[in-house]
Each structure stands twice: as C-alpha cells, then as structure tokens.
C-alpha cells in the first residue's frame, strides 16, 4: 500500500509534542492486505476557499448574513487586561485578578478562566498545517474522499474524524489545518456524501427515459447497474467502510471523532471492531439514525420493506423524495438549517454553505439522499453500542454545544450517566457543530485528552489541575484570540459524582434563584 507523503511548509514550527506512549490495551496486528489505488492532492495551506466558486458567496450573504451581521453577545471580547497567571495546564493558563479568579457561574459557583491558543494562521506568526485532498477505491466504482495533513509526524497518536450528514471531510478543516501540526489527522466523506457521491449512474436508462432527458439526474433509472445491486447507504456500509480505511490506509487504531451521525458511525464501529479504536470522542452525537427495520435484526418486518435503500426506488417513494429533495437542497433551506445549528451568527460559513450547495448539484445527490432517508437502522441501537463500548473498556469523551436544537444537551448527559467516568465538556455558546463554531476550544480539549490517555494519566484532563477534580463538576472561561479580538467561551466539565437530577436542580437554581429542592 502506497501513501503520498508531504512536509510542511519551513515556515511551519512545531510547538506542541504530545508523548507518545501507548495505552494498556491489546494491540492489533493488521493483515497485509491488497495494494490500494490513492491518489492525493495537495490542497492550499492557507485560510479560504478550497475551490468554491465565487459566484455563490452574494447568494450566503443574502440568506445567511442578512440577519446575521450583529455579532453573538456570548462571544463578546474580554474587558479585563489587568489579569495574571496563577496556575499551569495544558497549553493554557488560569487567569484573574488577585481577589477574584475568574466569575461566576449561573448557578452561583466560581468561574475560572483559561486562557488557550487561537488558531494557526490567525495572526499569531504560526503557519497551517497542509492538507492534501485524496480518494481511496475501496471497491469497484466506491472511490472514497478524504483529506489528510501531519503524515510527516509519524510517532504522533493518528486522529480520525467522521462527518455529519449532508457534510463531509471539508467540515473539518480547521482541525486538519491546527491538530495536523502536532498529530496524523485523517477526515473522510461517507459513500454517498460530501465526494464520495457514485462516480456513474447506479441505474440503467431505458430509450424512452433518456430520450426525456432523465438521464441527467443519476439513481432514478429503469433498473439496477451490477455494480451497485447491493448498494444501501446505511449505517452498515458507513461502518464497514470507516473499518476498511482504517485497516487499508491507516494501519493502525485510531482515535475516532464524530459529530451529529459520525458520532453515531463512531461508537458503533468502535462497537464492532474494539481493535481498531484507541478513543472515541462524541461531538453532539445524533442518537438514533433511519426509519426502516434492520433486516438482521428484525427479519419479518425488512421483508415489507424489499426496497429499503436500495437503487432505484420505488416510482411511489420517487415522488416524495423529489418533493423533499426539491425543498432541502434549496438555498434557502441551506442557509435557514446553517442559522438554528449555528448558535453563533457571526461564524463565517461561506464555505460550508458554499461546499454544501456543490454537492447537491451533482447528479446522483437526490437518489443518494432517498437511499440515505429510507436505508434501515443499524443492527445496534445508539445504546446498545454505548453499553458494548463500556464493556470493550473503550475510553470515551463527549464534547456537547449546549445551545444544539437538535442534539439537546439531555441526550449528551444520559450518555454520561450511562458511561460516568466518560469526561464530559459543556460548551455555551455553541450549536450543533462546536467543533466549526468553536474550533480553538474543541481542538484544545481534545489535544488534552489525548494526551492523557497517551501519558496512561501522568497528565491530568484539560481544565483540571489534579486527579481528585474529576470527582466535582467545574466551570471555566476559555479565552482565545480570534481574527484579533479576544473571545471567551464557557466550558462545564462533569465530574464522576455528577447526576441528571444535579443538572435539573442547577438549571432550576439558574432560572429561578435558589429554590430549597430535594431528591423525590
């Protein structure tokens, strides 16, 4: 198996050196399997478009940044200049004045503040990591995308990163482009998403079809091409495909991040294929994924359900998903779901809506979606994959946006109570994507954890100063510098005495002042 490597460009100073030491756990040995065709590109190294077309960017500003151009009062830069250190962490420092560290919380507790690096290349004299734009076939006509950047830091932890749905690989940018320096950082589009949408139609067209001019829209054909007989864009597929790559082009087990439906790929591969997984860390997970009953596990009920995902559809199933489809890929429709998952308006998202709006023009985007909405669920629930991680003794982390719409906090702290000693970070203000919304946070908590777990726990948790804090819930603001301003973000870690029932009576407290509330 052949890789493209690269190196940084000289400019490119690596500050940051995690140790590397591996966890008490049973290594693989990975068979050497058939040499795999990559191919790599090299994408540019610095902050911007990554051959989006300019014509698009007045339709964003119409549709997103017209009620968007206040800035987010969460995200206001600090005030207080006269502020000095007191205690080391993890490429951060507490800070506040003498008297008073920090502030306080909504619930009345204090506050202290954490001071962490921005982003490369944002003003701070450190160059990007590159990123290289690649496909790997990982069978006839299933050519898979993927970016990658750090492949020159071979003794560093490899870092794999799985997208929601409707994204891919490029909702990561930010993370190549920083945790690349130190760390191999791979991100891959799922089949049927983001670049890994099918090279040629999966349907043949009869005369009359093509004749119509149906041929322009791939996947709506007369029949089944041989190729893709069994192609179901399911949690299956996504799990088999995330254990290929990581055997055929990675080489080794990999700590795995997934936001939204990747974060749901992540723990149910790590369910499957222990093995595999040094890590999982969970981004606003989706908790549950597809309608149609698994026809493994649910056998009688698959068999009303012959067509389930597969290519064509049925003509009755057609028409609404081209109804659905039709009001989805709208413009509008982008720009509105960008707004609720963004809790932070002023985020620039020109080139995600950009990137989102490319792939819905290609040709085989509408059929690749019904597939997806009308695939079956997995063999595992979300649940069932969460108990099987405990049981593999799996390290997990969970990183939640508190202000998520969708993913409410809720499902992120029944996660908690089912896995406890699963380190948990709060983040306000963020939304469903905390990782594109607050990239300098994200990326600086999971660089800690990592680390962490690579130190076999000689270095403490980010945020936490000592083994014993793991036990208490604790607040910090996290400041950064961003496009030259100072921003600051609120970040509440749970700790392994934590309760539900603790998080209701905090929220009470905070709404309605203290309340004398006890335990039914």
């Given at each position: ?5 690269y190196?940084n ?17 049973q290594?693989v040995?990975?068979l ?6 990559i ?21 964003l ?10 800035p987010f009062?969460?995200l ?15 490429d951060g ?8 560290v920090?502030?306080?919380s ?16 944002d ?15 990982w069978?006839?006509?299933f050519?898979?995308?993927y970016?990658?950047s ?8 490899p870092?794999l ?5 409707g ?10 482009k920083?945790?690349?320096l ?5 991100a891959i589009?799922f ?7 099918p090279v040629?139609?999966p ?6 079809s093509?004749?119509k ?27 088999d495909?995330?254990r290929y790559?990581v ?11 997934g936001n ?6 992540a723990l ?18 989706t908790p ?11 056998p009688?009920?698959?068999?009303i359900?012959p ?8 003509e ?9 489809w039709q009001k ?11 707004r609720?998952?963004?809790?932070d ?17 290609h ?7 019904a ?15 969460l ?9 997990i ?13 809720i ?6 109570k089912?896995?406890?000693e ?5 983040i ?12 300098e ?6 660089r800690g ?8 726990g000689?270095v403490?948790l980010?945020?936490?100063?000592d083994?014993?804090s793991i036990?208490?819930?604790i ?13 600051s973000v ?19 407290k905070s709404?309605?002042?203290?309340l ?5």
């Open positions: 198996m052949e890789i493209i490597s190196n460009p000289p400019c490119c100073h690596l500050n940051r050196n995690l140790t590397n030491k591996s966890l008490n756990r290594q040995k990975l050497s399997l058939r040499k795999n065709r191919s790599c590109t090299r994408m540019h190294c610095r902050s911007g478009s990554l051959g989006s077309s300019d014509k698009r960017r007045p339709c500003k119409n549709y997103y940044h017209g009620k968007s151009s206040r009062d969460g206001e830069p600090v005030k207080n200049d006269d502020s000095k250190v007191f205690s080391g962490n993890y420092y507490v800070i506040g004045n003498e008297e008073d920090g502030s306080m909504e619930t009345g507790e204090s506050v202290g503040r954490v001071l962490i690096p921005g982003l490369p290349g003003s701070n004299g450190e160059c990007e990591a590159s990123v290289r734009s690649c496909f790997w076939e069978k006839p006509k050519n898979v995308h970016e990658k750090g492949c020159e830091n071979v003794n560093s932890p870092i990163f799985l997208p929601g749905f994204v891919g690989s490029f909702h990561y940018d930010k993370q190549l920083d945790l690349g130190d760390n191999r950082v791979w589009d089949l049927g998403q983001g670049l890994s949408l040629e139609d349907t043949s067209q009869s005369e009359e093509t004749s001019g149906k041929d322009l829209v791939w996947g709506f054909g007369d029949k089944t091409e041989p190729w893709a007989s069994e192609l179901v864009y399911s949690m299956d597929l996504w799990r495909q995330v790559f055997e055929q082009v990675i080489g080794e087990p990999v700590y795995i991040v939204s439906l990747g974060g749901f790929v149910y591969f790590e369910a499957c294929h222990p093995q595999l997984v040094k890590g999982v860390t969970l981004l606003n997970a549950f994924w597809g309608f149609l009953p698994n026809p493994i596990k649910s009688r009920l698959a068999r359900f067509w389930s995902g597969t290519f064509p559809l049925p009755s199933v057609r028409k609404l998903t081209e109804f659905v989805i890929s709208d413009p509008e429709s982008i720009a509105q779901i960008l609720q998952v963004y809790a308006h002023s985020t620039n998202v020109d080139k995600v809506f950009s990137r989102i709006l490319e792939i819905t023009e040709p085989a985007a509408a059929a690749s979606f597939s997806i909405m009308f695939a079956p669920r997995g063999e595992l629930s979300f649940r069932d994959a108990c099987r991680c405990h049981m593999n003794s799996v390290p982390c969970l990183m939640y946006g508190k202000e998520d719409p969708w993913v409410k906090p499902w992120g702290l029944q996660v908690k089912q896995v406890p699963a380190p948990y970070y709060e306000s203000p963020a939304g469903h994507c905390p990782h594109d919304e607050v990239p946070v994200v990326n600086y908590l999971l954890w990592i680390k962490s777990l690579e130190s076999q000689s403490s980010p945020l936490l100063d083994t014993e036990q208490t819930s607040n910090k603001d996290l400041e950064f510098m961003r496009e030259g301003s100072k921003k609120r970040v509440r870690f749970f700790g392994l005495r934590f309760s539900v029932w603790d998080r209701i009576t905090s929220y009470l709404r309605f002042g203290t004398d509330v006890q335990c039914p």
